[in-house]
C-alpha cells in the first residue's frame, strides 16, 4: 500500500493515477497514523516551502514522516516534496524543512524563472530509482528554487539550467525528485514503477 500525504498543497489526483497506471495500490492519507501501515509513502507539493512546512507541522505529519524515514520504509518527494526533505529552504524568509537531508533550498537568479517545460537528467550514480532509465532523459520542471545538498552523494542526477544543480537527490531509502513524474509521460511513470518496487 503506498499512502499519498495529503496537506493540503498537492495535485494528489494526477499522481495517485499516474501509481495505479503502473499497477500499484494507493491511498491518499492525512492521517500520520496512516504511514506507520505503508509500504511506501509519498509526498508530492506545489506552492511555497514555508506554507508546506506549516500545514505539514498542523497535522502533525512531520514527526511521522521522519519515524518512517528512521523506520526505512521506502519514501519520495516529489517537487516541493524533495525541498522539503532539505534543512531550510529561503522562500521569503529562511524556513526549516525536515532536515531529513542536509542541504539548503535556494532561488534560480539567472534565466526565466521559474523554470517551465522539458528538460534533461544526467545521472551521476547509480540508484535502483533510475534503472531502466538512460542518462539525459527528459522530465517535465515547474519551480523557482532549486535543492543545494551539503553532501555530494546525495546527488543522483543534476540538470542544467544556467546551472547544475541536483534534479534528484536521495541517500538509503528516501528519494525526492524535483520534476513531475507524473507529467513526465514514460520515463516519469519508470521512475514510479521503479519506486513502488523497492522493497
Known amino acids: 500500500m503506498i499512502t499519498i500525504i ?10 495517485r493515477k499516474a501509481f495505479e497506471n503502473v499497477g500499484s495500490e494507493v491511498r491518499i492519507s492525512s492521517r500520520p497514523e496512516d504511514l506507520r ?19 505539514i507541522r498542523a497535522i502533525g505529519m512531520d514527526e511521522a514522516i521522519c519515524e518512517a ?3 526505512g520504509i521506502p519514501f519520495l518527494g516529489i517537487c516541493l516534496g524533495l525541498q522539503v526533505l532539505f534543512t531550510e529552504g529561503e522562500e521569503k524568509g529562511i524556513h526549516r524543512g525536515l532536515d531529513i537531508l542536509p542541504g539548503r533550498v535556494r532561488r534560480f ?14 545521472i551521476r550514480r547509480e540508484d535502483p530509482l533510475m534503472e531502466g532509465i538512460p542518462d539525459h532523459s527528459y522530465f517535465y520542471f515547474v519551480h523557482s ?10 546527488v543522483i542526477a543534476q540538470t542544467d539550467y544556467h546551472i547544475d544543480y541536483a534534479s534528484i537527490a536521495g541517500r538509503g531509502r528516501v528519494w525526492g525528485v524535483q520534476f513531475h513524474p507524473e507529467k513526465s509521460q514514460e520515463k516519469g511513470l519508470m521512475i514510479l514503477r521503479n519506486f513502488a518496487g523497492i522493497k
Open 145 to 154: 528554487y532549486y535543492v543545494d545538498p551539503e553532501e555530494s552523494g546525495d
Open 109 to 122: 537568479t539567472e534565466g526565466l524563472v521559474p523554470q517551465i517545460g522539458w528538460n534533461q537528467a544526467h
Open 6 to 15: 495529503d496537506y493540503g498543497m498537492a495535485n494528489l489526483g494526477s499522481v
Open 69 to 71: 524515514v528512521r523506520e
Open 37 to 55: 501501515g505503508s509500504s511506501h509513502i509519498v509526498l508530492p507539493g506545489v506552492g511555497a516551502f514555508g506554507d508546506t512546512m506549516k500545514n
